[in-house]
């Protein structure tokens, strides 16, 4: 089993819609949660950060973090084709700055 | 320059030939990173490098030798690569300091292994 499982999509969504991704996890020890976007041609980029449990919002970015389910979303509402890229979940245990662990990525295309 | 940025953008090889791969991080962190981005596969860490000082390295093949010469600068040295090597190389830095740290990726280079 790996440690963290993301549908690798592609996810294909007309504009306005709300648009859900997400990712599940076995480790019961990570508690930074990290949602990076990645253009085509391009390194990721940070775009959401959460410690431990709970929901942060970002404009038209939510995300939440469920530690009881394992389970982690990033919700982007109102989307635009600007938003079409690949999106990755990342998580760490804290114990080291340097261990990320990361999803496979889900391939978002907004249609306009 | 900003942020990191890595050359070559692409390098197209063949599996006799030695290249490496350069990195450079403009964010005056102290940490830097290789990793490996295959198709529908999540991003393998290979190599970690914390004040100047390998701290990990993931069981890569020895045809990936990494070298760090100062916190700014991060290189892949490449030899004999086979043609599942093929994949974006990207490069990361961040703060090491405990507890979580951003970590700031470069866009990569797109290797291909004849």
């Known amino acids: 089993q790996k440690e963290v499982e993301q549908d690798p999509g592609p996810l294909s969504v007309p504009e306005g819609a709300i648009v859900s991704l997400n990712c599940t996890y076995s480790?019961?020890?990570?508690?930074?949660f990290m949602w990076y976007r990645q253009y085509s041609r391009k390194g990721p980029e940070l775009l959401m950060y959460?410690?431990?449990?709970g929901n942060k919002e970002d404009g038209r970015f939510t995300a939440q973090v469920d530690k009881s389910s394992k389970y982690i979303s990033l919700f982007i509402r109102d989307s635009q084709p600007s938003d079409s890229a690949t999106y990755l979940c990342?998580?760490?245990?804290?114990?080291?700055?340097?261990?990320?662990?990361f999803g496979s990525g889900t391939r978002l295309l907004v249609r306009p | 320059e900003t942020g990191v940025t890595q050359t070559p953008r692409h390098l197209v090889m063949g599996m006799t030939n030695k290249k490496s791969l350069k990195c450079e991080q403009h964010?005056?962190?102290?940490?830097m990173y290789w990793y490996k981005q295959s198709a529908k596969k999540p991003l393998e860490l290979m190599f970690v490098?914390?004040?100047?000082?390998?701290?990990e390295n993931n069981s890569v093949p020895s045809r990936f030798s990494p070298e760090c010469p100062n916190s700014s600068h991060l290189f892949l040295h490449l030899h004999t690569l086979q043609p599942e090597d093929s994949a974006l190389y990207l490069c990361?830095?961040?703060?090491?300091?405990?507890?979580?740290?951003?970590?700031?990726f470069g866009p990569g280079t797109r290797l291909t292994v004849l």
């Open positions: 490098y914390s004040l100047e000082e390998r701290v």
């Open positions: 990342a998580m760490s245990a804290g114990d080291s700055s340097y261990k990320l662990i």
């Open positions: 964010l005056g962190h102290n940490a």
């Open positions: 990361a830095s961040s703060q090491d300091r405990e507890g979580y740290n951003e970590q700031f």
């Open positions: 959460t410690y431990s449990s």
């Open positions: 480790n019961s020890a990570f508690q930074y």
